[in-house]
Every structure is written in C-alpha cells, then in structure tokens.
C-alpha cells in the first residue's frame, strides 16, 4: 500500500508536479527574457530609423534653402551637417558661391515633402527626399518653383548622422 499524505498526493507525484512547475516558471521567464530583448532591439532600431531621417531631412532642408543676405549663416548650416568629401567639396565651393548668390541676390526657401530609407545599417545609411524650392533672384525676381529629387548618404560619426554625399535622382 502506498502511503498518501493528508493532501491526497503520493511523494511522486508532487515532485513531478513540482519539476514541472520549475521548468514552467523557467520557460517563462526565458520566453520573458527574449521578448524583452527582441522589443528592446527594435526600439533601437526604430529610434535609428527616426534619427536617420531626421538627419537626411534636415541636410537636404539646409542644402535647398540658401538666402544671399545669410549665406554664410546657410552655408555653415550645409557644412554642420556634412562630412568627407561632400564636406570637403561644399566648403572648397563656398567662397565662388557665396559671391554668385550676393550678385544674383537668390534666395530659396526649401521644404522637405517626403524622406524615405533606402537602406541602413548601424553605420551608414542611403536615403531618397523629395524637396521643393521657391527660388527668387536678379533673373526670375517673382520666383520660380524648383522641385528636388536627391539621394543622400550618411554616415554616423560622433553619435551623429551626417551627409557624406548628395546626387540629384530622376
């Protein structure tokens, strides 16, 4: 005869009820663990994704909008945002076109309409924005509607993402 406990249950059985509650409580918490992991990686990953077109949005911003009465306050807003050659090439051009924007009086007022990842990565990243512009100066002084179709590459340096190439697209 087996001998029960007050309770009804064998000395067997409750520690297989008891093994089972281990590896309960341990899968849980495991399963627990790595969803906690997997959400925090893709807030990582959507705060990389928001900076990265904060960034992109703001370069191109900066880079359509350039009044000949601030150019060098406009220029250096093009330069903060830039790095490698595209910085290198800006800032060897800025004294040519800080001279053609004061003769032409231009002024462009840009705005970003839509900004859209291509690709990224923890590094890099490729990014198309659709700008438009309003161009005023000497030749066309009741202004003239340009619209943008750029491609922008950035790299992060320093905790920031920068511009490190501009091509204008189809």
């Known amino acids: ?5 007050p309770d ?3 000395e067997g059985r409750r520690r297989a009820l008891a093994a089972v509650l281990v590896a309960a409580t341990v899968l849980t918490t495991a399963l627990s663990v790595w969803l906690g992991v997997r959400l925090s990686g893709q807030r990582a ?10 960034a992109a ?11 000949y009465r601030h150019y060098g306050r406009d220029s250096g807003n093009v330069l903060k945002g830039a790095t490698g050659d595209f910085k290198k090439e800006f800032a060897a051009q ?19 309409l839509e900004a859209g990842i291509v690709r990224s990565d923890a590094r890099s990243a490729r990014v ?3 700008a ?25 340096e ?11 697209v189809g």
């Not at 005869?1 to 406990?5: C, D, E, Q, S």
């Open 132 to 156: 438009d512009s309003k161009v005023t100066n000497t030749a066309v002084p009741e202004g003239q509607a340009r619209n943008y179709r750029l491609q922008l590459d950035l790299v992060r």
């Open 158 to 168: 320093q905790g920031r993402w920068l511009t490190s190439d501009v091509e204008f």
């Open 57 to 67: 949005r703001q370069s191109a911003l900066n880079f359509t909008s350039l009044d």
């Open 8 to 10: 009804g249950m064998n």
């Open 94 to 112: 800025t004294a040519e076109l800080t001279k053609l924007v004061a003769r032409n009086r231009s002024v462009s007022e840009g705005q970003v």
């Open 128 to 130: 198309l924005v659709v």
């Open 45 to 54: 990953d959507e705060q990389r994704r928001q900076d990265i077109l904060a």
């Open 1 to 5: 005869m087996v001998a029960r406990r």
